[in-house]
């Protein structure tokens, strides 16, 4: 059967980047999604559109917005990509480009996929090349070939570029230099010094449209990268393997014409798998996991969550603990407690990270724990630290929140019919505003942070966590989550005396916290009689057998590991 | 056909000039939002449109003064700026009569009355929008905004300075000619403009610490700054959200055209926290907050640190200060922040809150006001809310002040213009019009630091390419 490469590769690429983006890579969409909030308001349009390259921002925006859905977000990504590709392969047409030479044009659309793996390359840029290419070729496909029209058109689109897409106007300008030499050749030289004089121009005029940005991001114009120090050599690569690829399409002799195709492909396909593999980042993906599951507290999803790393980043503790810290088992007993140390644990940096390596997931436990106050801070901070100075609805939605919890109902308010604005957040806006101070008093999960917020002030100090959670503790001794975090820091910690104390008031103690006590009664060498909690038998001889084989092998972490990884006992004496 | 255009078009003109038909009338006044209810107003203020509250298909308003103009809206009042220039022009009286059609029927509202002052208020404002958040900080700037129009624009935004911060801007008495303001960070310095000169100087020094809050001697020749070192606390409990405080702080004079910042221990001694200096109105005095330096170990020290207003002899010749410092108003229990005097020499508003100085986080910071010719103090009631009161300014001919206020939400700070007649009683302050009264729901930036200015500010960013000027240090 003869493959049409032409029908078959564009589709089999679309396929192949919604499968990617929907499916292996979503987490990406959903957090890229969480890190904006499109409005559908004149102010926001206007405040987006104001600056060169805004309205691809705006267009861009809104496209984002769809990655609530990934299964969405995949599908438009594919669309735009395969969009790239067939400008490029329109324009190498319309030029009478080699047409064997077909495959060459889905390199720059490779690379953008690959960009489109790192979070901080926004969609800007893409929509930008496209209807950068796009104007061209409707500017191509004109059959007038007055010097006139030709020389106002490409005077005129430069700078209209620019102001619509930012530094893309660039690829417009090479475009067209290619575009009047390889075909339009009449006054060609008239038309090309006319459309470098609006390059002139426009970069003269640029300073005054746009005063304050510094020299790169004026030059870029729309927001193609979330931090202003841009990778401003990526761009320019990407920009120049299009117009590489054109002039090699246009003008390089091949000889061997009928098997190039199929070279080609495969050489093309090799190359863009290559890109992506580079960009791929699993670790990001994981971080953006956790994030998604933390805040949508889908707890035993984290749990199930398979870790490769065998030393995973805080941020991977941090969520897992939450998560065991929030769900029990069939007897009502905190997984934390059960099983805790059969995950990799690192001190007290297991339970919270330090605000200036993470705010988000840091915010998550505060929230829980009931430092509504502090909660609100770190989601602030996260939010104002964003590189592109967006406001995501991540931040806008848990601002809500911890201001109603907080009785802070006017700011709350404030926050919740700007989320009415949104496509998908405007129901849940719309539910919060109904609810009443006795329905916020009533919620289980409101209702309950809502009670266990400080009673009296403090101030809070993130290099004393554990001193926090024993102020809040004494506030409230029912807040089993705090309790169960103060239980965790003493273990990370091998302090066996203040753990033991407080678990007195236990009744049912969790597997772990068994462990931990009975390797206190070894340690201190108490006697079964003078046990003040009794340790289940296969607990003892589990902590009993561990003591032995550390003996037997004069304590060789590695032997031990063996055997005894995933125990408190194998922590306390070698941690992770 | 050209009949039924005809028809078409009499019930088209007619229903435009159309009076509704009062169902009932509402002994009540209309609630709108913003309320510009019985306020009062310069000639030379933007239309202000409002939104009813609550639901209703149609909102019909009539103001009448001198002349009469009649808006109709879906639920909010947009007046045509044309027109209302016309309708606001002289000193007078404006009638508003509201009507809301609410299930099909429309009420008629008790009419409510916006008097127009013969003083006319000062070109614009200038302020900083900021998040009203913690520590970090990303994009925020300078702008300015012409009262007689919704017109914003740009002076400076940090974008061009990446990680940069923008603060303290000041002028003196409004004048764009004399502005100064501080760039924190890589390649910062305070950007002094006097005339056509604008320099960027380098502050710093071995002494002391940063030169934080300015204001401008009425000459131009000082600025005053307080020097701080500050720090932020945050609170765990409902009521209250952050802290400010300075660990230390002292006033220090900069003498503009020497380049020079003149120290006087005076204002630099270790016992005292100095802060918030102004110079009055004459430029023969140095008014500031003083407050006895308390060792902070726990949270009830913060509320032990109560400022009292204070001032100084200053001698603009020679740069030199007095050896006697006078409390003129010691808080009575609470604490004095920003001390503002009037131009013309009567008043010194200031803000008054249970302790501290930093009062923008405080619900209970009230304006205050004390009448230098008198010496009588006393709270501004007809300016306060339940919740904060915070930075002000007053108008270069004084009978206009702006103020920041949360009372919207208690949190986003917003600014509010009053008028003060000739008894020093002021009008019921109104919020800054915008052209689309849901302006402020949408914004997420606070307006901090509102200062009058007398003209359009013209600054060109191609300033901070120039290099950072040293000064010298002249140690009394």
Redesign the interface.
Known sequence: MKINIKKAFPLFFGIAIWVFFAFIYKYHLLYIEKMQMFLFTKDYFTETVRHPGGFGDYISRFLIQFYYYPAIGGAILALLLCSLQKEIFIFCKNINGKDYLYPLTFIPSFFYWALMCNENFTLTGLIGLIGAIWITNIYLRNKKNNAVFRGLFSFLIIPVIWLLFGGTAIVTFALILIAEFSIKKKYNIIVSSLTVISVIVTAILAPSVSPQVTNSNMFLGGNYYRYTNIPLSMFVLLWTSVVAVILIVKYIPIYNKKRISIVLTVAVICLGVCFIAKEYNKESENIMFYIDHVRSRDWNGIIKHKITDKKPSPIFTNSINLALAMSKNEEGVSLLGERAFKYYQNGLISLISKPENDWVVSSEILYNLGFINEAQRYVFEAMVIMPDNQTGTFFITRLAETNLIAGRRRVAEKYLHILKNTLFYHYWAKERLKMSEDDVNSDPIYGHLRKMQPKTDFLFNPDEFVRMLKIIFIQHPDNDLVRDYLLMAFLLDNNLNDFASLINSQKTIPHQYQEALALLYEINSIPSKNRFIKIEEPITKEVTHFIEMYGKNSGDASVLAKYFWGTYCFYYTFRY | MKRLILFLLIIIISGCGHKPATSSFCDQLPEIFPDYTEITIPKNISPLNFRIKGNCTKVYAVFKGDKELTVKGKNKIIIPVGKWKSLINKKGEIKVTVKVKIDGKWIEYKPYSIYISDDEIDYGLCYRRI?P???????M?LYQRELATFNES?L??N??L?GSCINCHSFAKGDPQKMQFHIRGKNGGTVIRVGESTKIVNLKNSVTKSCVYPYWHPSGKYIVYSVNEIKQ??????D???DVYDLESDIVIYDVEKKELILHPILMKDTQYETFPVFSADGKKIFFCSADSVKIST?KDFTEIKYSLCSINFDPKTGNVGDTITTLYNGEGASVAFPRPSYDGKYIMFTRSAYGNFTIWHKDSDLWILDLRSNKIRPLNELNSDDTESYHSWSASSNWVVFSSRR?????TRPYLAHIDSNGVFSKPFILPQK?PD?Y??M?QSYNIPEFVTGKVDF??KILEQPREVISLQQN
């Open positions: 998040f958040g913690y520590g970090a900080y990303n994009k700037g740009v400076i935004e974008t061009i990446p606390i945050f609170h765990n409990i409902p209250i959200i952050l949270l919207n939400n208690g949190l986003y689309d302006f729901i949408g997420l060109s960013t």
